[in-house]
């Protein structure tokens, strides 16, 4: 069963995603910022992050930034959500959603990137832009 980290700094959206995710088979961690979801990552092992982009302490596209500089993390696939109309263009990130998310979209994503990763065993950059 895959795990993803979530990350979000509102309560109500990691729940829904929560939700969404294990109800389609699908492990999930939660954390409310990009430090908190750092150490996870650190002492865990993840297949995808779902992180939104603009969170207080560390945002998701600086928790992005430290994935793919760290060896160990570099091959989690990782996808920024944000309402921000186009995504940032200095994150190298595998999928960009925007909010509110469609949880099929989510899904979609989510399970595409991972038969991706798997499939061509590289990784893959900027996939959903």
């Known amino acids: 069963m895959p795990m993803v980290l979530l990350v979000d700094d509102d309560v109500e959206t990691l729940e829904a995603w929560q939700s969404v995710c294990e ?7 939660l954390a409310q910022d990009g430090r908190a979801a750092l150490e996870v990552l650190r002492a865990r ?10 969170m207080p302490v560390m945002s998701g596209s600086v928790l992005c930034y430290h ?3 760290e060896p160990r993390l570099v091959d989690i696939v990782f996808i920024l959500v944000s309402g921000e109309p186009s995504p940032p263009a200095f994150v190298y ?14 899904l979609s994503a989510m399970s595409r990137l991972l ?5 061509d065993g ?8």
Do not use: M, Q
């Open 23 to 29: 109800a389609n088979g699908y492990e999930t961690c």
């Open 45 to 54: 092992d993840v297949d995808i992050v779902v992180a939104d982009w603009r």
């Open 67 to 69: 994935v793919r500089n």
């Open 93 to 106: 990130y595998d999928g960009f959603l925007r909010k509110p998310l469609d949880p099929s979209d989510l």
């Open 115 to 119: 038969l991706e990763r798997k499939a």
């Open 122 to 129: 590289r990784h893959r950059r900027n996939a959903l832009r």
